[in-house]
């Protein structure tokens, strides 16, 4: 019988940015969307998901939830409706779950409502984009009301919420409260598990939540991938004609808002996770196999 990894995140787990080929230079965005460049590329057979899949072999299952800007409380409420279907094709004790962390500002501001169902995201950015002045990047739900009034004021009451009633503290209390509470379920049914920090870190000492959170449990605590990716970057091979980036030709710097990584990156991110699996002993050293 297969073990089943579930790996859970945003674009970073999707693996958005794996379908360029490195060395080709940055791919326009209206190209990158076209169905005709999504269908192929709809596997994602380069996304961190997949390159462990072939890392680990036949008797493992690889399942890739990952998707594009999902919030924290999306990947969450994720992680909770298989828990519900435990009867069902949900997680059985002994598989694994993999979780990347993305924005803490990407969390649904429920104050924030247009129309009657409606309950809209947040941000779509990061703290690192709001500190650099990207108070202008309005989110979706911001663009999607029709050119007139009622736009303009919720324009202004989200340039609001961003430049005087944002608490960093707050948003980052919430999502360690998610993760609080899905170490005590997974430990409950046997699943085991290893989170990371995608693009910005979700842990805060200045938070009650921090000391409850399991650092051993953790892929680089308190660092991200992407700050990972540029520390390790500048020992690659220079006269190469790529990076570890989706664009080829940007310098991502440590602590930035920079792009996905691109299928070489996602290499790399492969093999941490698989180097934490078995340092932590979540494989079990294979002997189940």
């Not at 993760?179 to 049914?189: A, G, K, L, M, P």
């Not at 970057?233 to 080829?248: A, G, I, M, R, V």
Request: negative net charge; glycine residues 6%.
């Amino acid at each position: 019988m297969k073990k089943n990894i579930w790996c859970f995140g945003d674009s970073w787990t999707m693996g958005m940015g794996s379908e360029v080929e490195p060395g080709s230079g940055k791919i326009d965005n209206e190209i990158k969307n076209s169905q005709e460049f999504r269908k192929k590329y709809e596997n994602r057979e380069y996304s961190f998901p997949s390159q462990l899949q072939k890392m680990l072999g036949e008797n493992f299952k690889v399942h890739n939830l990952g998707f594009g800007g999902g919030s924290n409380y999306q990947i969450y409420r994720r992680i909770i409706s298989i828990i519900h279907n435990l009867q069902d094709s949900g997680f059985k004790k002994g598989d694994i779950a993999i979780i990347g962390w993305t924005s803490i500002v990407r969390e649904p501001l429920l104050f924030f409502k247009i129309g009657e169902e409606e309950l809209v995201d947040g941000s779509d950015f990061s703290i690192k984009a709001i500190e650099k002045g990207h108070g202008d990047w309005y989110p979706r739900w911001c663009q999607q009301i029709e050119p007139n009034e009622l736009k303009r004021a919720a324009e202004k009451s989200y340039e609001d919420f961003l430049l005087n009633r944002l608490n960093y503290d707050f948003m980052h209390e919430q999502v360690m409260n998610y993760i609080c509470q899905i170490q005590v379920i997974f430990e409950y049914f046997g699943v085991d598990y290893l989170f990371f920090n995608a693009f910005e870190n979700v842990l805060s000492k200045n938070c009650k939540p921090y000391e409850f959170i399991k650092k051993e449990k953790w892929v680089l605590p308190d660092y991200t991938l992407s700050d990972y990716l540029c520390d390790i970057e500048p020992n690659l091979d220079q006269t190469l004609p790529y990076s570890l980036w989706e664009d080829d030709k940007k310098k991502v710097e440590r602590n930035n808002d920079g792009p996905h990584p691109n299928r070489i990156g996602y290499k790399f991110i492969a093999d941490l996770i698989y180097k934490n699996l078995e340092e932590k002993k979540v494989l079990l050293n294979k002997k189940f196999i």
